[in-house]
């Protein structure tokens, strides 16, 4: 069977996010860890309530999940842009197979969590388990360094990413709550005037940015979660075809957010979200709670199985090739660095069961626990995959 091969030679922007998050997957570990740590220890509960401090009638907490994670979805939406222009999305054949594996890797583990939790009041986490976290998936990546072929890495970044703005689309047709039909035409209205900003060709910055503040404000309004204002204001911004055009806002733009976000904004969303109260007993509420056998099934099982079921099928039937230097064991792999699940699974667990706080602490254990299982299994897998080619 003759093989598409994905190009291997990285271009400058792609090896900036990668490098960029491959060292925030290792900054989100350091602040899961303390975040946790802080949480269970005697002055816990001073430590949750600082995130709880109101600021200008919000929550410092909820500033972090409804401001500053906005700009991360303008960032993920900056990125699929490039993807979908000149990167590795654009060209139909090489972008196939991540589509598919992306949405083989959501729709498992989305079956799973409804299989164990239809008809219940838990059945809202059906999203949960659905996304992947780039960061950490490219840390781990990181770590394989050589032993990986570069193509694996293109894969699982542009299925992750395809992941994301799954579960953004999610988030805006399934987490809305109290929707204001005057604010959301205006966010509309907003849109539509960058938009005409973009056709017009004005390559400043300033306008989209002020756009997308207004955008956001109403968005705040409207009952849809503010956080889609960022991809949204992404695909209104210019872009350039050119790879790594500097002229280009959009790439400026990117390469400015891509520090903010993997060393202020991420780590912030990890210490503000990431502090899970471990009480006594707390397996059996994990082990026994339809949501989080949901949850750790659907990461853990749904996502390798998802993601190889559906690529399988979809090379049988001859819609896309594997690249030729990637073979099915790394498929296996990848799926199950796909079931890292952390930044989007615990920003949707927040969406999904507001003011149900022990609901919510059990989730993000079980997220917490799929994430570290999914990474050291992928990884050694990965590191296995390698150790049998070498005895070849």
Same mark, same amino acid.
């Given at each position: 069977?003759?093989?598409?091969?994905?190009? %291997? %030679?990285?271009?400058?922007?792609?090896?900036?996010?990668?490098?960029?998050?491959?060292?925030?997957?290792?900054?989100?570990?350091?602040? %899961?860890?303390?975040?946790?740590?802080?949480?269970?220890?005697?002055?816990?509960?001073?430590?949750?309530?600082?995130?709880?401090?109101?600021? +200008?009638?919000?929550?410092?907490?909820?500033?972090?999940?409804?401001?500053?994670?906005?700009?991360?979805?303008?960032?993920?939406?900056?990125?699929?842009?490039?993807?979908?222009?000149?990167?590795?999305?654009?060209?139909?054949?090489?972008?196939?197979?991540?589509?598919?594996?992306?949405?083989?890797?959501?729709?498992?583990?989305?079956?799973?969590?409804?299989?164990?939790?239809?008809? @219940?009041?838990?059945?809202?986490?059906?999203? #949960?388990?659905?996304?992947?976290?780039? =960061?950490?998936?490219? +840390?781990?990546?990181?770590?394989?360094?050589?032993?990986?072929?570069?193509?694996?890495?293109?894969?699982?970044?542009?299925?992750?990413?395809?992941?994301?703005?799954?579960?953004?689309?999610?988030?805006?047709?399934?987490?809305?709550?109290?929707?204001?039909?005057?604010?959301?035409?205006?966010?509309?209205?907003?849109?539509?005037?960058?938009? *005409?900003?973009?056709?017009?060709?004005? *390559?400043?910055?300033?306008?989209?940015?002020?756009?997308?503040? #207004?955008?956001?404000?109403?968005?705040?309004?409207?009952?849809?979660?503010?956080?889609?204002?960022? /991809?949204?204001?992404?695909?209104?911004?210019?872009?350039?075809?050119?790879?790594?055009? =500097?002229?280009?806002?959009?790439?400026?733009?990117?390469?400015?957010?891509?520090?903010?976000?993997?060393?202020?904004?991420?780590?912030?969303?990890?210490?503000?979200?990431?502090?899970?109260?471990?009480?006594?007993?707390? @397996?059996? =509420?994990?082990?026994?709670?339809?949501?989080?056998?949901?949850?750790?099934?659907?990461?853990?099982?749904?996502?390798?199985?998802?993601? @190889?079921?559906?690529?399988?099928?979809?090379?049988?039937?001859? /819609?896309?090739?594997?690249? =030729?230097?990637?073979?099915?064991?790394?498929?296996?792999?990848?799926?199950?660095? $796909?079931?890292?699940?952390?930044?989007?699974?615990?920003?949707? %667990?927040?969406?999904?069961?507001? $003011?149900?706080?022990?609901?919510?602490?059990?989730?993000?254990?079980?997220?917490?626990?799929?994430?570290?299982? +999914?990474?050291?299994?992928?990884?050694?897998?990965?590191?296995?995959?390698?150790?049998?080619?070498?005895?070849?």
């Amino acid at each position: 069977m003759n093989k598409t091969i994905l190009p %291997t %030679t990285l271009s400058q922007t792609f090896q900036r996010f990668f490098d960029s998050e491959k060292s925030a997957g290792m900054v989100l570990i350091a602040c %899961t860890l303390l975040s946790i740590a802080a949480a269970n220890a005697s002055w816990g509960a001073s430590y949750l309530a600082v995130w709880q401090t109101p600021i +200008a009638g919000m929550s410092l907490e909820h500033w972090i999940n409804d401001g500053l994670m906005a700009i991360f979805f303008l960032l993920i939406g900056l990125e699929l842009e490039r993807e979908l222009y000149n990167g590795e999305l654009s060209k139909l054949s090489n972008a196939l197979l991540p589509m598919v594996a992306a949405i083989g890797g959501m729709l498992a583990p989305a079956l799973i969590h409804f299989y164990f939790n239809v008809g @219940t009041a838990s059945q809202a986490g059906i999203g #949960i388990p659905m996304a992947t976290d780039i =960061a950490f998936a490219l +840390a781990i990546l990181a770590l394989l360094g050589n032993r990986v072929p570069t193509s694996l890495k293109v894969f699982v970044v542009a299925f992750a990413v395809i992941d994301d703005l799954g579960a953004a689309l999610l988030i805006a047709l399934f987490y809305t709550a109290n929707l204001s039909m005057p604010a959301l035409l205006s966010a509309a209205g907003v849109l539509l005037i960058l938009a *005409m900003l973009n056709r017009m060709r004005v *390559m400043a910055l300033l306008p989209y940015l002020i756009g997308g503040i #207004i955008m956001w404000a109403l968005m705040l309004k409207s009952g849809v979660h503010a956080t889609i204002a960022g /991809i949204a204001l992404a695909f209104a911004i210019p872009f350039s075809a050119k790879q790594d055009d =500097a002229v280009s806002p959009s790439h400026r733009l990117e390469h400015l957010l891509h520090r903010p976000v993997a060393f202020v904004i991420l780590p912030l969303f990890a210490l503000a979200n990431t502090g899970v109260v471990i009480h006594a007993g707390w @397996t059996d =509420a994990l082990l026994h709670h339809p949501n989080s056998i949901g949850i750790l099934l659907g990461l853990l099982l749904g996502k390798p199985i998802g993601i @190889t079921a559906l690529c399988l099928v979809a090379v049988a039937l001859n /819609i896309c090739k594997l690249p =030729a230097d990637i073979h099915w064991r790394h498929i296996i792999g990848a799926g199950m660095l $796909g079931g890292i699940g952390f930044t989007m699974s615990i920003f949707i %667990t927040n969406l999904a069961f507001v $003011g149900q706080l022990d609901v919510i602490n059990a989730s993000k254990m079980a997220i917490l626990l799929a994430s570290l299982f +999914a990474g050291l299994l992928g990884y050694i897998w990965l590191c296995l995959i390698k150790a049998s080619n070498n005895n070849v």
